[in-house]
């Protein structure tokens, strides 16, 4: 019998099925990254990924302690005159620590529900 | 689904249907891949201006977003030292160094302390850009390293020299003086001044420009999300991280007044930032004050004015804003929420 040239085998398909599975899978990998934060000053920016107590400093000069735990962020102590970046307590994704005198800016790239925050 | 004889492999009917359908579904996820890359270039970028933190969120199509964005951060700074009550190169300094008086101005500022005092007017006084002399006996000037409770003979005297009538206009010579030994102080409204100023912008660049600008809190939109959603703003909770209400604006802006923006504590007492120009105190009754209005300035100025009023009346500031334009949601002391009917509108997608 003359062989019929193979169109189309059931391997094909499961080949197609496992690469959407794979792409789908990598890209809601890469949407969800985990809690980082980013900590912004004017001449620097730091990422915090693992949990712990951190000294931000500035060109060697000491601005704020940052505490960081996982899903929670917060000032210990920092040197600026109000200390309102220490009395916002403790922020989780969303939310925004803001020292304006020393001019840091602490936030999560977690992504929110919302675009942004009015306050 | 398949056939038994798995040799079968002949161009059939269903095993094009097959293929195609397969070859179409790939065909559509990878357009939509692409198109969720397309749209995902909101140019993003933080820092510091106005005495506050600054977020600019843009996109073009026509123009790199990052020009845009730092064309906008550029007229922030310079909105900042202009109107600025302390700086050197400040035009309201200028002023206020020169009582009784003409100072020759140009036409932003003369717009801007005009557009101030029109708000003083409308709003009765509970907004007030003459109470310069009060928030420096209070310290909330330059980098608040004076901070302190004034006593009571104190506040009454710099009441005596508080009262936006005491600044005089000349139309034809675009000229501003200050009498009565009032200072001028625009801290309640050029931060929305600036913040429309950067819709401006970014449409002089490319006017299908899309994005929001949010300097300390308050927010203006450029253009609706990705050219046709509306952006997702949260209300502070005043009191916790945490967010008590979700607004939608495709337009327009929105602006807060808390007392836990700026503030210090003596003897277990918060002593706030927003003054009330006919006490000379921080005025009370009220955690926070939330306005969607057409424009920033309106919203910046008629949140201050509506956080003077709402802990005297806030059935006031619920029935008269909406008629300026403003539309209120306030937090009471105790967390208590108020709103107009017309900010339940912004509530919904």
Redesign the interface.
Known sequence: MKKVRSFFRKKDVVLIILIFVVLIFSILVSEKKGSKVVVQGKDFRKILSKPGTYDITENGRFLMKVEFHGNRVRVVESTCPLKLCVKTGWVGPGGTIICVPNEVIIFFEEKTDYDTVTW | M?PSD?ND???TRR?VI??SS?LLG?LA?LLT?LLIRTKDQYYEL?D?AL???V?I?VSSQKINPRTIAEAILEDMKRITYKFSFTDERSVVKKINDHPDEWVEVDEETYSLIKAACAFAELTNGAFDPTIGRLLELWGFTG???N?RVPSREEIEEALKHIGYKNVLFDDKNMRVMVKNGVKIDLGGIAKGYALDRTRQIALSFDENATG?V?A????RIIGP?FGKYP??????DPRE?N?ID??YLKSGA???S?D?????VVDGVRYHHILDPSTGYPARGVW?V?IVAEDATTADALSTAGFVMAGKDWRKVVLDFPNMGAHPLIVLEGGTIEKSETFKLFERE
Do not use: Q
């Open positions: 398949w798995s492999h002949r161009v095993n097959i293929f397969l790939s996820i891949l933080r510091f005495g506050t933190s977020r969120v980098n608040y390293e901070l929001f949010e300390g809190g308050d927010i999300k952006w997702v703003i949260g209300v502070k991280d967010v979700y607004i929105v602006a807060t808390g836990y923006e700026r503030y210090f926070s939330t």
